[in-house]
């Protein structure tokens, strides 16, 4: 199983990921919004702004404070180093 660092000391599971993008359009503040109805956000901003949203395969919504390039870079990175190993 593999970990990604999403910022702030916040790890998820990087097997989940559907996608990851950013929060600016309607449809994903609407997106947002149901999630936060039906108890299914995940808040990991730590209280900053939010600059990347993660959809997860379990219908959870994950908000990060890292811009979605460097979640993407951290998951790289990571995998590039297990398959030197």
Known sequence: MQF????YGNI????RIISIIIPGAAPIKRMIQEARDNSLLIDATSGR???AV???DTGHIVL????PDTVVGRANK???EKEEE
């Open 54 to 56: 993660i959809i997860m």
């Open 78 to 80: 990571d995998i590039t």
């Open 4 to 7: 990604i660092n999403i910022g």
């Open 12 to 15: 998820i599971s990087a097997n």
């Open 49 to 51: 702004k939010t600059r």
């Open 64 to 67: 990060s404070a890292v811009q």
